[in-house]
């Protein structure tokens, strides 16, 4: 799934749960066996790996216990957005079982066309709380029925535009639920909705290796 940089060095890697023991033994491999303490293995060499429970499967205190938790299927709502575009689902397990796509047009920053700073602003401003206000209806119907069943919300996209969702009142249920980890999408679509529940099961390793 992918690297990312950690802030204070280091490196994030997703790992699927159905991976996570051949993980274990591959990270041994490179960096000798390990020893565990918690949540974290440290090889031979130094390295080390803290591993963190995905959205709706902590609280966990040992390595054997992510993996269980983790590999459980569990109800997860999904909540992506960006701009005016906005997706949502339900995923059971690896499965997508309901989901909605919708686009709402909101200009983009730059002012053209003549028009004066202060109009083009204003403009901007009304359609981006459209588009939310949008936004939080899909939500609501889709995701509303179901939030006692969910152990998480798992959000992805601009984090502007999906506070501005979340706001909605009638979300309060929803927003108790987010997961604090803020999926990397691109523009919402339903193969990125789709794509995005691997990277909501996954359970994200923090990896410090010694220089």
């Known amino acids: 799934m992918g690297e990312r940089a950690a802030a204070g060095g280091g490196k994030w890697v997703d790992v699927?749960?159905?991976?996570?023991?051949?993980?274990?033994?591959?990270?041994?491999?490179?960096?000798?066996?390990?020893?565990?303490?918690?949540?974290?293995?440290?090889?031979?060499?130094?390295?080390?790996?803290?591993?963190?429970?995905?959205?709706?499967?902590?609280?966990?205190?040992?390595?054997?216990?992510?993996?269980?938790?983790?590999?459980?299927?569990?109800?997860?709502?999904?909540?992506?957005a960006r701009k005016?575009?906005?997706?949502?689902?339900?995923?059971?397990?690896?499965?997508?079982?309901?989901?909605?796509?919708?686009?709402?047009?909101?200009?983009?920053?730059?002012?053209?066309?003549?028009?004066?700073?202060?109009?083009?602003?204003?403009?901007r401003d009304n359609q981006a709380k459209a588009a939310a206000s949008d936004g939080a209806g899909i939500a609501g119907r889709i995701l509303l029925p179901r939030v006692r069943e969910m152990t998480?919300?798992?959000?992805?996209?601009?984090?502007t535009a999906v506070d501005a969702i979340l706001a909605a009142p009638p979300l309060a249920a929803l927003a108790a639920l987010r997961h604090e980890r803020l999926l990397e999408v691109p523009e919402p679509r339903h193969a990125v909705l789709v794509s995005a529940i691997a990277m909501a099961r996954a359970v994200p390793i923090l990896i410090r290796e010694v220089s």
Request: glycine share 16%.
């Open 152 to 159: 998480a919300l798992v959000t992805g996209g601009d984090r």
């Open 84 to 123: 005016g575009a906005v997706a949502v689902g339900i995923a059971d397990g690896p499965e997508l079982i309901t989901s909605k796509v919708d686009t709402h047009y909101v200009q983009g920053r730059t002012a053209a066309g003549g028009w004066s700073q202060q109009r083009f602003a204003r403009r």
């Open 16 to 80: 699927a749960p159905e991976r996570l023991p051949r993980w274990l033994e591959n990270f041994g491999g490179r960096h000798g066996a390990y020893t565990a303490s918690g949540l974290t293995v440290t090889g031979a060499d130094g390295a080390s790996a803290t591993l963190h429970a995905p959205p709706g499967a902590g609280p966990v205190t040992t390595i054997d216990e992510l993996i269980g938790a983790a590999s459980r299927r569990r109800l997860l709502g999904l909540l992506l």
